[in-house]
């Protein structure tokens, strides 16, 4: 197994190599099974390197509020993003779907029920899923979603059934890692995630203009990162002094509060029976890179 810098290379050589394949025009298929509803959907959503309409409907349906039975036209890069997880993770078995889409109902009456699910949850947006992969550690899926620094990534170890929530919205982690953990997820210091202590790594400027390029951070944003003194930046990018002590790295990668469905997943909910179709035992793709970004 790599370890330390050759690690991070090899995921970045991944990475380097996806986002080729996706330029040349690649295929990508994914399997899931919805722990709520029993249903199991196995579907090709991108080909030639360009989304494929009605296989994202079919997505959508699949990915509703099963409670109301609402969908949603869920992001398509959050599929993107879930697959390379898969991939890096060498998984073989379907992704199990604990949530995805939340109607703004069904987010009110979770967080009347537990603190762990946010006002403005990316759920309701169409912009993540809360899942798990049979065989794979949830530890090693959240150190794959942080090392792509494509959105939230939390961490629910002590669920009945643990799993990760993996969102496209601002870059971000929960819970936080000490500092040696996150030194070990990303060797050479370059990220945007904060460990524990508060205090950027040592390649947090140049990891942020990355995400500044891909416009994956506002870059008026990046001025409350290095004046802890404010905590509001104008239309201009100026800043506004205030006498509050402002948690300035929670307004720089947060929406006001931790995203999760700790509650929906301790306590499903019965679903009715239904007609089981058989899981498949592995998700067909495009081929895989040289070598999988070892966690």
């Keep these: 197994m790599l370890t330390g810098a050759a690690a991070m290379g090899a995921l970045l050589a991944a990475s380097t190599g996806l986002q080729t394949a996706v330029a040349n025009g690649d295929t990508r298929t994914i399997s899931l099974h919805h722990s709520h509803t029993n249903e199991d959907i196995t579907i090709t959503f991108k080909r030639n390197g360009q989304y494929d309409a009605e296989a994202l409907k079919k997505l959508n349906w699949f990915l509703r509020d099963w409670r109301r039975e609402e969908p949603i036209a869920m992001a398509p890069e959050l599929f993107d993003t879930v697959w390379e997880v898969y991939r890096y993770a060498g998984a073989t078995a379907p992704i199990v779907v604990v949530s995805a889409y939340r109607s703004p109902a069904t987010n009110s009456m979770l967080r009347s029920r537990s603190r762990g699910v946010a006002k403005h949850s990316q759920h309701m947006l169409g912009k993540a899923m809360?899942?798990?992969?049979?065989?794979?550690?949830?530890?090693?899926?959240?150190?794959?979603?942080?090392?792509?620094?494509?959105?939230?990534?939390?961490?629910?170890?002590?669920?009945?059934?643990?799993?990760?929530?993996?969102?496209?919205?601002?870059?971000?982690?929960?819970?936080?890692?000490?500092?040696?953990?996150?030194?070990?997820?990303?060797?050479?210091?370059?990220?945007?995630?904060?460990?524990?202590?508060?205090?950027?790594?040592?390649?947090?400027?140049?990891?942020?203009?990355?995400?500044?390029?891909?416009?994956?951070?506002?870059?008026s944003r990046y001025l409350l990162a290095t004046n802890p003194g404010a905590t509001q930046v104008d239309d201009n990018g100026r800043i506004i002094p205030s006498t509050r002590s402002p948690n300035f790295l929670a307004k720089l990668f947060g929406f006001g509060g931790d995203e999760g469905d700790e509650a929906e997943?301790?306590?499903?909910?019965?679903?009715?029976?239904?007609?089981?179709?058989?899981?498949?035992?592995?998700?067909?793709?495009?081929?895989?890179?040289?070598?999988q970004a070892p966690v």
């Design 130 to 219: 809360d899942f798990y992969i049979p065989g794979v550690p949830t530890s090693k899926l959240r150190e794959v979603g942080l090392r792509l620094q494509r959105g939230g990534v939390g961490f629910y170890p002590t669920a009945n059934t643990p799993f990760v929530h993996i969102d496209v919205g601002s870059v971000r982690m929960w819970p936080r890692m000490s500092r040696d953990q996150l030194a070990r997820v990303f060797p050479d210091g370059k990220t945007v995630h904060i460990p524990a202590d508060g205090h950027p790594m040592p390649g947090f400027e140049l990891a942020l203009a990355e995400l500044q390029r891909n416009g994956k951070v506002n870059p």
């Design 265 to 291: 997943a301790a306590t499903p909910a019965p679903a009715a029976p239904r007609r089981r179709r058989p899981v498949p035992t592995a998700i067909a793709q495009a081929p895989a890179p040289a070598q």
